[in-house]
């Protein structure tokens, strides 16, 4: 495996992956998602609060890789396996990560890995950055749960729109439709990114946890499961020593120290 493909660095508590093929603009290939799992099992193990994901060069990432997929092509390829070999389960995994997810993307992020971007908790861009549902120009469909996640936070013309014409957006009007969490200019974009992480690595981790499996929870769920689900894991929360430490600080006039 080369595990060059994604780096790995643990600051305090915030991991940082970067994809790291920036020559083919971090084209996800085989050994890229080998090693793009086996960095999330180390931020797990590390205990890191917040899981960074980037790329490295001009780029976020192009998608798959379309010298292996035409490589593949010589033989009698199934994509349907390779994405239940690779991109299901990466997607899966960041909808059920412990730990919450971050993609900082810069440049462009086309295909599939635009749709992982958008399956991070968080997605944090460039303004100039470009969101390229690419899959059409070599006649495919999104896949990576573009076709879910897309409609979901942009409704069903933009994002019929974007998979038919296979036009970029740019990462302010990805912002501006709410596709995204944010677009800050591209010089403050590393800066934004890591003082983000840092306030999600500070904050309350229970709390945080019971957030995001409720946001997701709603993703399919109705409102009186939702209300039963909200009441279940508040009662946990307020058992949380974060709470009593949150009540004191309020009372002290003093920012809370989450443990
Ligand atoms: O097969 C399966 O497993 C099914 C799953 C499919 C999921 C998918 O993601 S399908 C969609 C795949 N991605 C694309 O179709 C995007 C392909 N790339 C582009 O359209 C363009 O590169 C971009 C619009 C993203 C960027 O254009 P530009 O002009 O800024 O850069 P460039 O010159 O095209 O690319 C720079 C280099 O990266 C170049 O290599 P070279 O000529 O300098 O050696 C280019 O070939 C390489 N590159 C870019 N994208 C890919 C790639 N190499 C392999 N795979 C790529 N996806």
């Known amino acids: 495996m080369d595990d ?12 940082v992956l970067t994809l790291n093929r920036p020559d083919k603009l971090n084209a996800l290939n085989k050994a890229m998602h080998e090693a793009l799992q086996t960095a999330l099992d180390r931020a797990e193990a590390d205990g890191a609060r917040v899981i960074v994901l980037r790329g490295a060069g001009r780029a976020f990432s192009a998608g798959q890789d379309l010298d292996e997929a035409l490589a593949m092509q010589q033989g009698a390829p199934d994509l349907g396996l390779a994405l239940e070999r690779h991109y299901n389960p990466l997607i899966r995994r960041l909808a059920d990560s412990p730990v919450p997810t971050l993609a900082v993307v810069h440049g462009v992020a086309a295909g599939a890995s635009a749709n992982i971007a958008l399956a991070c908790d968080l997605t944090l861009v460039a303004e100039d950055a470009r969101l390229d549902q690419a899959f059409v120009r070599i006649a495919l469909m999104p896949d990576a749960g573009g076709t879910w996640a897309v409609p979901r936070a942009v409704g069903r013309q933009r994002a019929l729109g974007l998979m038919l014409t296979g036009d970029p957006i740019t990462g302010r009007e990805a912002a501006d439709w709410g596709l995204v969490w944010q677009a800050v200019p591209a010089d403050r ?71």
């Open 189 to 259: 974009l590393e800066a934004e990114a890591m003082g983000l992480a840092e306030r999600i690595a500070s904050g309350p981790a229970d709390a945080i946890r019971a957030m995001r499996r409720a946001v997701r929870a709603s993703e399919s769920g109705t409102l009186d499961a939702q209300l039963d689900l909200e009441r279940d894991l508040q009662s946990e929360l307020g058992r949380s020593r974060d709470f009593g430490e949150g009540l004191r600080a309020f009372a002290e006039k003093r920012a809370p120290r989450f443990g």
């Open 4 to 15: 060059m493909t994604v780096l790995y660095d643990l600051k305090d508590r915030t991991a």
